[in-house]
């Protein structure tokens, strides 16, 4: 009977580790290729050192990335760009999905309903009117010590960050999750003379680790990934993120080490994050209300 | 927990806070809205190819350094999304002063009112005749450089396979083209011997294909009016050369999707000739030296066939200080800089005298045979503004016959689709 | 490379079916004449109106100003007028056969997506479910893919689907030789299942991270009780873990039907559409028409039949698995 549950473990163990394979190994793959000259890549394409880091192993791919690439400074743009995002986006969101499941607001049902409706609107078909309308959009200037206003978005920081702040998913989680808190404890704080704000920022939102954490990651990936809308919106180099330096690396002469070596680049910082964050992200999720 | 929401609040703050600074000092310098009083913006397609970047950069720092009225500030951009980026920007009216186009663009950007005539003090009649892009008459873009399409293969294979090289006296005809690919399969070499770049996308495909079709006898469209495409593109001529082309991938004789670096391929002899452009001949020679020969393309029919017209610089209709850029337009037409450009790029000078300063394109040079092409096999592509929309109906047939669609239906389709977009605009009329 | 348009910003999902009606119950009905009525709703509104005007100036009037478009001749550059040309663009979209031919495509693809992932997921997160030793290695690498942005990973698995990429020279190492993979992008029989796999790949982590919420949601004691009674694994799985997942499975469903049906990077990135066709999709066509061909009111158009679309699938969704009372 012991062995035999034992047996059952260890085939489950098994399977665990098959689908951990499957899921490891292109990226196995890109991060030891980034180390390998052009020629050895192929070269092990047959065989196992595909995923080993053996032969002609150096760091001259990423040299030649520095060289080739703004790699810094991309990924200072992008860091800034995601970690603005996030953080205006976890208190807009929180604060919208807090009316919306603790408070009666005449109407809250209609503005929820239109909220979601957003989510099935995919982003690629509202790129060209709205690089047109951010375009028409004020901008102000700090310039010396006087504020001045200009038109138009494009080639900025905001353009990056603002239009991607509020978003539906994360208002519906953060919904969920504040429906599975007690509403006693709003009455509770009432009765103590807080205001609604209050309430949000010391009563809910305290107890919302986990819910920020998955909100926080959400919004981090897409932000993190973004292509498309930079392509068309931000001009300067010194303001480009990391996803579009993957194009210049297609001039002539495509040099698949230093793809790699750039992919790795822009990939790693994530997954390190994602480690960092691994256990509460996981756990958060599992409570944040998904199961709805 | 308290504590730490209020830290996260004050956190946000400064998040806040800190984009409304990086929103203060973030505008980019690119567009043309911030170019203040005496700067003008110029953008380039060449960011992630620093050797032509840098030439381009040394050009606009002695212009700089020439005179103090006007700067000029270069964006480099990369080069496979820098039509998407382009085309954005001027969607939202947000171009600099000065363009980097690829000349097929060129009508359609002039017909859609973004480019100004050129008027510049440079004598534009010495350069190449595919270097200076033309719309109703005038010119409204000029170029430092061409490419020309050509063939290359090892002296060492062709005599194994016993086949003569191709040379402009003498091009390889069809039937030459057909027996030398069957000798060298036979050699066993190569699982195909001929790569002509089949996995190329985007404007490959119509300037790596469209001359081959030309060669046969059809074209992309009807040249008389730019009216329509029916009977160019869908007569007996392009069925022929469809089929053709078909045929060589049928046959065995190339890949129907080849590798992603087809010179690359070549120089590990994994094909025997390579159907690419001048810009691979300095590796080409660096890796094969005396074994090299470079051929011109087969004729079809019509005579050997290249696409012409490559990168070139336009000054946009919104700039409001277009004097001085069409200055500095006419100061890096000089012969030294077109040829440092040229030197940097490995293209073709426009000029003769920016030839001559090039020792490999000066007379009896190594590069001068791809000049030579250029002078006598280049073809425009169509100067129409439908130009972008032909090409991607092009390109996309060529992909659909190359994996076994029907020619004539799948032709007929694309001059379908191509009348439909012409009187859908008017016939692109002034 | 024509990577040209490769937009990355992936609509996570929408659980609007998945709601449960818990606003509408047990609330003391609404008196104005209640203390701090009108304070509540000036806070109230006040807190909404943030992400509210966010997403109004951000989606819904570019929505409509697109949605607008789709009833004139507009191009991306031009310069002719724009006119109002009435419902001349769905006349053409509805009898272009790549329109049709991308409709069978993004039908094919989430017919075979939306079971298999989400039964893939399933198995992850069933795997990872209970505490032992290495679990949060496993869930860290099980969720790898999906913090790989997906033009990385399409570029990595166009290099590895190459004729003598990685794939086919693993298949033919496990195979003894037997198998001589195709090219998989290059033939329209292998592109769309190579797309196919590739996008499992990369989202089934996401959706394993849904269904194990769900999973932690059940209640142990149910597992404990089912024990005593001596039941199978199987038959635990069946009459414990399936109903207690019954929200879990509409959310994971709406999220990765609306995922599959916006199906884009991936073809931007490694096919274009191609080979003849075999990869189109709606969303392909919208981008394609809209940037390279330029004509603008043309893409609008497809926008708006993609949004009726993905709004009959989700009402029908919503309706095949709304709770039976």
Known sequence: MKNQLLLKNAGTMLVRILFAVVAAFPIVFMLVSSLKPDQQIFGDMSSLAAFLPVGNISFDNYTAVFDRVPAARFLLNSVGVSAVTVILGIFVNSLCAFALSRMQVRGKKIVFTAILATLIVPFQTLALPLVWWVNQLPYFELNGFSLEFSKGWLDTYQVQIIPFIANAFSIYLFHQYFESIPKELDEAARIDGAGWFKIYRQVVMPLSGPATATVAILTFLPAWNSYLWPLMVVQSEELRPVMIGIQYFFQLNVSWGEVMAYASLITVPVVVLFIAFQRSFVNSIASSGVKG | ?430 | MATASLPTRPSPATPETALPPSNAKGKAPKTHSRPGFRREQLSGWGMIAPAALLLLAFIFIPAVLGFGLAFTNARLISPRPVEFVGVENFARLFSDPTFYRALLNVAYFTVVIVPVQSGLALVMALLINKKFRGVNFFRTVYFLPVVTSMVVVSLLWLFMYRKDGLINEILAAVSFGLIDGPDWLGDPNTAMPAIIILSIWQAAGFHMIIWLAGLQGISGELYEASQLDGTSRWQQFRYVTWPGLFHTRSLVLVTITIQALGLFDQISVMTQGGPMDSTTTIIYEAVQSGYRQQETSYASAISLVFFVLVLIVSAVQRYLTREKD
């Open chain 2, 1 to 430: 927990m308290n504590k730490k929401f209020t830290k996260i609040l004050a956190t946000s703050i400064a998040a806040a806070a800190l984009t409304a600074t990086l929103a203060g000092c973030g505008k980019g310098s690119a567009s043309s809205s911030t170019e203040g009083s005496g700067e003008i913006a110029l953008w380039t397609h060449n960011a992630g190819n620093p050797e032509e970047l840098a030439a381009v950069q040394k050009i606009v720092d002695s212009y700089n350094g020439s005179q103090d009225n006007v700067k000029i500030r270069i964006q480099a951009f990369p080069q496979d999304s820098y039509n998407d980026s382009v085309v954005s920007a001027a969607a939202a009216g947000n171009l600099p002063c000065i363009v980097d186009i690829d000349g097929p663009n060129v009508p359609n950007w002039a017909w859609a009112g973004y480019l100004k005539p050129l008027e510049l003090d440079a004598d534009l009649s010495k350069h190449l005749p595919s270097t200076v892009a033309e719309w109703d008459g005038k010119p409204y873009a000029v170029g430092y450089y061409d490419v020309a399409l050509a063939m290359m293969a090892r002296a060492s294979d062709l005599k194994a396979a016993g086949v003569r090289p191709a040379t402009m006296e003498k091009p390889w005809t069809k039937e030459e083209f057909q027996d030398a690919l069957s000798k060298l399969k036979a050699l066993g070499t190569w699982e195909h011997p001929l790569d002509l770049g089949t996995a190329g996308t985007g404007e490959w495909l119509p300037y790596g294909y469209s001359p081959l079709l030309q060669s046969f006898g059809g074209d992309l469209v009807n040249r008389d009016g730019f009216q329509s495409a029916e009977g160019a593109l869908n007569g007996d001529k392009a069925v022929e050369w469809a089929e053709w082309f078909r045929g060589l991938a049928d046959q065995g004789f190339m890949a129907k999707k080849s590798g992603k670096d087809s010179t690359q391929d070549f120089l590990n002899n994994k094909s025997a000739i390579v159907y690419t452009g001048s810009w691979a001949g300095d590796k080409a020679r660096a890796a094969l030296g005396d074994d090299l020969v470079v051929m011109p393309p087969v004729d079809l029919g019509e005579g050997p066939k290249i696409g012409g017209a490559s990168w070139q610089w336009g000054v946009t209709s919104g700039c409001s200080n277009a004097e001085a850029a069409m200055d500095y337009l006419s100061y890096s037409l000089k012969p030294e800089n077109i040829a440092a450009v040229a030197k940097a790029t490995g293209a073709i000078p426009a000029s003769e005298e920016a030839a001559a300063q090039i020792p490999a394109f000066a007379q009896g040079g190594a590069n001068r045979i791809f000049m030579d092409f250029s002078r006598e096999y280049a073809v425009m592509r169509p100067e129409t503004p439908a130009y972008p929309f032909i090409a991607t109906e092009y390109g996309k047939a060529v992909q659909d016959i190359l994996n076994g669609a029907d020619a004539k239906s799948t032709l007929d389709n694309a001059v379908k689709a191509i009348d439909a977009n012409i009187k859908s605009n008017g016939g692109y009329k002034n």
